[in-house]
């Protein structure tokens, strides 16, 4: 698998590409997923404790024999571990569970009120060495600013629902602006049928000899976006990667900009705050 690498702030070089697995929870399903996504070359995996699939990817992982350094693993603290001592606690139960030493990147999962406690341990961890990227996800602008204004490190990432029906422009330019990543979640539009079967897509892909699918990850590299795509099929999984051999030109980035709807997926869109 080809893949490029996006520098955080800190120089740690992120695979461009990784794979999601939320909701491959089945057994069964998630080892063959990993181990065929292993197969393919897949090495950056994003999980969360919420996902309960943190041990199994250690598992998978493990049983690979492919060393540990060359995986780049994701995982994010959940909402019901927020402030200093649960989120350290929190750590040490995912890194356990996912058999590592170190996490490549630990992202605050959802906004709740008292995220600063989390983010000094999240720091703390980073200081140490178990972290090599601290960052947050579904976090607006509101969000980013108090952190900013109190955290010693500034987040590295931001992981937010972002595709062609809700592109995050005025996020994206805030992020570019302070420095942080834009990660993205959904980038298929969690496999939404009339996004994945637009006309004006169609016609793109066609002109490229590519897929709707690989169309629009590459709009997301384009954009200098982290995307992980998740698929349980191995042709998809194959398909998704095959994204670094042509590149969008100003005018189709251009009408791929223009499907923008404000269209959302997220689980809860009034401010992502869950359990406060
Ligand atoms: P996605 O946009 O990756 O869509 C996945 C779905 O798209 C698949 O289930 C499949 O139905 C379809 N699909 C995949 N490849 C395809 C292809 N080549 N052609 C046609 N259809 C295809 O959505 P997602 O799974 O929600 O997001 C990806 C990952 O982001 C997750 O697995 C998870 O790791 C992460 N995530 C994070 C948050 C968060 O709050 N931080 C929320 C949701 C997801």
Redesign the pocket.
């Known amino acids: 698998l080809e893949n490029q690498r996006i520098e955080a702030v800190n120089g740690v070089q992120i695979p461009q590409l990784g794979f999601?697995?939320?909701?491959l929870t089945n057994k069964g399903e998630f080892e063959t997923a990993i181990r065929e996504a292993i197969r393919i070359g897949y090495r950056h995996f994003?999980?969360a404790k919420i996902y309960g699939n943190e041990e199994a990817l250690g598992i998978e992982i493990q049983k690979s024999r492919i060393p540990r350094e060359q995986f780049f693993i994701t995982s994010?603290v959940w909402n019901t571990d927020h402030g200093y001592e649960a989120t350290k606690r929190a750590f040490e139960q995912t890194a356990k569970k996912l058999k590592v030493e170190y996490l490549d990147m630990y992202l605050i999962?959802f906004a709740s009120p008292d995220y600063m406690g989390t983010w000094r341990a999240m720091e703390e961890l980073y200081s140490q060495g178990k972290i090599k990227v601290i960052g947050v996800?579904?976090f607006e602008i509101q969000h980013l600013e108090e952190l900013l204004k109190h955290a010693k490190i500034p987040p590295m990432i931001n992981?937010i629902e972002t595709?062609p029906e809700f592109p995050q422009n005025k996020l994206h330019n805030y992020l570019k602006e302070h420095q942080i990543l834009h990660q993205a979640?959904?980038?298929?539009?969690?496999?939404n049928k009339t996004l994945?079967a637009h006309p004006e897509l169609q016609i793109i892909a066609h002109a490229h000899q590519k897929?709707v699918?690989q169309v629009i990850l590459r709009w997301h590299l384009e954009r200098g976006i982290i995307v992980?795509?998740?698929?349980s099929n191995p042709k998809?999984m194959k398909?998704?990667s095959q994204i670094f051999d042509f590149g969008l030109n100003a005018d189709e980035m251009e009408k791929i900009s223009r499907l923008n709807t404000g269209k959302r997926y997220a689980i809860n869109p009034t401010g992502y705050i869950i359990n406060p």
Not at 185 to 191: A, I, R, S
Request: proline share 7%; net charge positive.
């Open positions: 999601g697995v939320y909701k994003d999980t994010k999962h996800a579904n992981q595709h979640w959904g980038p298929l539009g969690q496999g994945l897929t699918a992980i795509p998740k698929s998809r398909e998704n």
